[in-house]
């Protein structure tokens, strides 16, 4: 049993060392990667276009991205459909192929008007030619351009009437094409208009009729 006071029990040895601090360890924060960003609404687009059992888009929905002749081949199959809405490619892949396809028989018109026969007359006017004997060409071949023409006229205005559709647009709007000069700019500019998802409020799925 030692006999030293509490007091007078020897310590260390040494001046009493300061207390040590650690330095504190942070940890840096990890950020995930910045989100990719589609373009505004395509993931909207995406979810109003279903894609049917074919891999494809049912008839009543609008095709994004589609081919050439795809949209050709669509654009008879919906002949006067004026309900649902067109994507951008498949108006203007139709617009081109209808201008082809005119150009072509105005050519072979133009070669008909070319082995007829014609006579000039001078009028009050000016001059004139007038196709005395038609070549057999150019007899056909006027006939086939009016029909041409009446045959692409309805599926045509329908077409754009769903291109406006898919623009969330009302189909009459088409009517300002017949506005002279200002009507027609206003409704191509209309055409050249981004797709809008609101626009699936003019669909009607086939399940729906």
């Given at each position: 049993m030692s006999d030293q006071r509490p007091s007078e029990r020897p310590g260390p040895t040494g001046p009493p060392s300061a207390p040590q601090y650690q330095q504190p360890q942070y940890q840096q924060t990890q950020y995930d990667q910045p989100p990719q960003f589609r373009p505004q609404g395509q993931a909207l687009y995406e979810r109003s276009a279903p894609v049917?059992?074919?891999?494809?888009?049912?008839?009543?929905?609008?095709w994004y991205g589609i081919g050439f002749v795809q949209a050709y081949a669509r654009y008879w199959r919906k002949y006067v459909r004026f309900d649902g809405r067109a994507s951008r490619?498949?108006?203007?892949?139709v617009y081109l192929w209808n201008v082809a396809i005119s150009v072509v028989l105005g050519a072979i018109w133009g070669i008909g008007f070319a082995q007829s026969g014609r006579e000039t007359y001078v009028t009050?006017?000016?001059?004139?030619?007038?196709?005395?004997?038609?070549?057999?060409?150019?007899?056909?071949?006027?006939?086939?351009?009016?029909l041409w023409m009446l045959v692409i006229v309805l599926p045509s205005i329908a077409l754009a009437w769903r291109r406006l559709h898919d623009a969330?647009?009302?189909?009459?709007?088409?009517?300002?094409?017949?506005?002279?000069?200002?009507?027609?700019?206003?409704?191509?500019?209309?055409?050249?208009?981004?797709?809008?998802?609101?626009?699936?409020?003019?669909?009607?799925?086939?399940g729906s009729r």
């Open positions: 049917g059992p074919d891999g494809r888009p049912p008839l009543w929905a609008p490619s498949e108006f203007w892949w009050p006017s000016g001059v004139e030619t007038v196709v005395s004997e038609p070549s057999a060409l150019f007899f056909i071949m006027g006939y086939v351009g009016t969330n647009l009302a189909g009459p709007f088409f009517f300002l094409g017949l506005v002279p000069f200002f009507g027609g700019i206003a409704l191509l500019v209309f055409t050249l208009l981004d797709s809008k998802p609101a626009g699936a409020r003019f669909d009607r799925p086939e």
